[in-house]
């Protein structure tokens, strides 16, 4: 039900503390965050903006940053990952040794006084970025780390693949109070397992609610629904009584949807289907129409079924039992 693609960054640089910007790194094999013995920040920009590998109109459900420490000489120390909100650039300037110092800014290169060496600046010296951090994490001894998922990576992905004008990457900011200092591999380094890699999950149901569970009506013993949100449309099960007390189960057409709202009601056909045994587990080929369910949800937890076909018309108020891992649903 969810699909998932490894991307690796586009661009990537450290912004070296330095009023009149002097100072980069685009194409070295490493960035820095924190506050070095002469009380001089480093922070670490990255980008992701080739996202090609997201097909259009999905939703996002997990982002993930891996990134690999490779040298530190600090106890743990909480780094805050900030989305951007300025664009910025990647020249080409190659700090030389461990590139703790930096290197003389080239052309279209992000320092800490501008976007875009020498012609453009930042807002606010140091990085453009959003005050509350899309995620926190504590980095100690060298070795692989992994920011996320949080809900507001997700949302920034997200916005990212549907307004890519918004796409400036993410800031990488330490303690800057004391001494501290951490290494990061960029995506130039010699070794490809230690690049950086947002890691991004998503499903593709038409919709940017992702209801798939079990739904009950707690008015009505033994029977419910149990759905499913699947890339090639809405899947519906029905598990129940019929006219006479008879078991009924029913299974809807694969029906695909286009973004579904609180509130909205859709239909969908529905046929008269049997349960599976140990030994035949598959549902019979031999499905025979049975009518129409219309499905309303007005919550993420509830909604209103109303099955309608040859037992006559049943209407269910629904509640949510239980739901799929990495379904996601979000209330308006």
């Known amino acids: 039900m969810a699909e ?8 990537d640089n450290t912004l070296y503390d330095s009023p009149t910007g002097r100072l980069s790194n685009g194409m070295g094999e490493h960035m820095f965050v924190g506050l070095t013995l002469d009380q001089l920040r480093r922070r670490s920009v990255i980008a992701f903006k080739d996202l090609s590998a997201i097909p259009e109109g999905v939703t996002i459900t ?14 743990a120390t909480l780094i805050d990952l900030s989305r951007l909100t300025s664009d910025w650039g990647e020249g080409d300037s190659d700090a030389a040794g461990d590139e703790t110092e930096g290197a003389n800014s080239e052309p279209d290169d992000a320092t800490w006084a501008h976007r875009f060496w020498d012609l453009f600046t930042w807002g606010n010296p140091g990085g453009d970025f959003s005050a509350t951090p899309s995620e926190q994490l504590l980095i100690d001894s060298p070795g692989y780390y992994t920011f996320g998922s949080s809900q507001s990576m997700v949302a920034d992905v997200q916005e990212w693949l549907t307004q890519p004008e918004t796409n400036f990457g993410w800031i990488m900011i330490g ?16 070794n490809p397992d ?16 992702d209801y798939s569970g079990a739904w009950f009506d707690p008015a009505l013993e ?57 030994e035949m587990p598959a549902p019979s080929d031999d499905l025979t129409p049975y ?7 007005n919550s993420c937890t509830t909604g209103q079924f109303v099955l309608d076909g040859l037992d006559g018309k049943k209407s269910s108020n629904v509640v949510k039992l239980v739901g799929v891992d990495n379904s996601v649903c979000k209330e308006p």
């Open 222 to 278: 033994g029977e419910g629904y149990l759905i499913f949100q699947t890339p090639q449309g809405w899947l519906i099960y029905f598990f129940g009584y019929g006219g006479e007390g008879e078991f009924r189960w029913l299974i809807s057409e694969l029906v695909k949807l286009d973004l579904l709202e609180f509130g909205e009601p859709f239909e969908m056909p529905m046929l008269v289907g049997k349960p599976g045994t140990f």
């Open 4 to 11: 998932t693609v490894f991307i690796g960054a586009t661009q």
């Open 62 to 75: 997990s982002a993930k940053l891996h990134l690999h420490v490779s040298l530190e000489d600090s106890d």
């Open 291 to 297: 009518g129409t369910l219309s499905v309303q949800f």
């Open 175 to 190: 303690d800057e109070r004391i001494r501290n200092f951490k290494r990061f591999d960029s995506r130039n380094h010699s």
């Open 194 to 209: 230690t690049r950086p890699v947002l890691e991004v999950q998503y499903t593709n149901t038409g919709t940017s609610f």
